[in-house]
């Protein structure tokens, strides 16, 4: 049996067990960041589930169109995604490792907007993936995302590829906190501070203005006064070999790939679809828009993953 805890190496060591909940939101969908789409088509739903039905190990790999129902934007869709919006690019490594502003700027952002993107709740998708694995469909998921919905739902054979904003590490030790408890620190240096969100991006932080960033203060790790970075891959950065290949392994023992939610531009998680193609392993593509793979994927459907995924019966 694999640990889905330990399967990284290095800063993973911090449980989120915390997370584990029964109790999740069956409230409508918010769909203010979800592109406009038909229902599931009758024929397309029976051709899903005879994929899923001949799939005895299913690797599933999910993007941030399985959390833009839970109210969580995401940075392509088009007309609702941050690109599409704004100007907004996400923070890059680089910027955020050289420049003591880009942090000063990242966590103030952040810290605005944690209160609200850590309590967004998994939604119908997050859960029918967690059934089926219970029932012993999915072998394994690997997710795109960073917000800990998979792990609040229940999943636990599953991989964060870029990591999970809930948690936060040190440069230099390699120290690592959970991000509930920066924000008591954030709180106490600095408690006058005050500022209005403008706005929400995708991976928990908000638009502010340079004047309200700065006079933010943050801290630094308690255990070596490093530099405190969430345990997330940033754009320019990479995933680590050790995750790349405990992924692969897990690819290698699977029949079948379902992407949901995905347009599979970022290469870190596109190199597992080019495997399974050269696997020959049938591919099928839950995504609404065009995706980088609809050349060569077995099926495509245009749905919102959480109007479609419970239509099937994993058993």
């Known amino acids: 049996m694999f640990s889905a805890r330990t399967l990284s190496g290095g800063h993973r060591a911090v449980r989120l067990h915390h997370f584990r909940s029964h109790v999740v939101s069956r409230t409508s969908p918010n769909l203010a960041f979800v592109p ?25 790999m999910t993007g941030a169109g399985v959390s833009t129902e839970s109210g ?4 392509r869709s088009e007309g609702v995604g941050l690109y ?32 609200q993107f850590s309590s967004h ?7 029918a993936l967690r059934d089926w694995e219970k029932l012993g469909k999915l072998h394994w998921l690997v997710t795109q995302n960073v917000d800990a919905l998979h792990s609040k739902a229940g999943s636990q054979r ?7 904003t809930h948690r936060v590490f040190c440069l230099g030790c390699g120290d690592q906190t959970l991000r509930s408890e920066l924000q008591e620190h954030f709180e106490a240096l600095n408690p006058t501070w005050k500022a209005e969100a403008l706005g929400v991006a995708p991976d928990g932080d908000v638009f502010l203005t340079d004047e309200q960033v700065r006079t933010f203060r943050v801290p630094a790790c308690s255990k070596c006064g490093g530099i405190l970075k969430p345990d ?5 950065d990479t995933v680590s070999r050790d995750k790349v290949n405990f992924v692969h392994q897990r690819l290698a023992e699977s029949d079948s790939m379902l992407v949901a939610g995905s347009s599979m531009q970022v290469y870190s ?19 609404i828009g065009p995706t980088r793979l609809d050349h060569f994927a077995s ?5 919102r993953c959480g109007e479609l995924l419970p239509l099937i019966d994993a058993h």
């Open 36 to 60: 406009a789409c038909l229902p599931p088509d009758p024929v397309e739903v029976a051709e899903l589930q005879h994929f899923v039905s001949q799939s005895k190990k299913l690797f599933v």
């Open 72 to 75: 969580i934007p995401d940075y």
């Open 84 to 115: 599409a919006r704004t100007d907004r690019r996400p923070v890059q490594h680089a910027e955020f490792v050289r420049s003591a502003s880009a942090r000063q700027r990242y966590w103030a952002r952040n810290f605005v907007g944690w209160p």
């Open 121 to 127: 709740q998994p939604n119908a998708a997050h859960l």
């Open 158 to 164: 599953m991989t964060e590829l870029h990591g999970c």
């Open 232 to 236: 997330v891959t940033f754009f320019g």
């Open 269 to 287: 998680g596109y190199r597992f679809a080019l495997a399974a193609r050269e696997k020959q392993l049938p591919i099928v593509i839950l995504n």
């Open 299 to 303: 099926l495509k459907l245009n749905s």
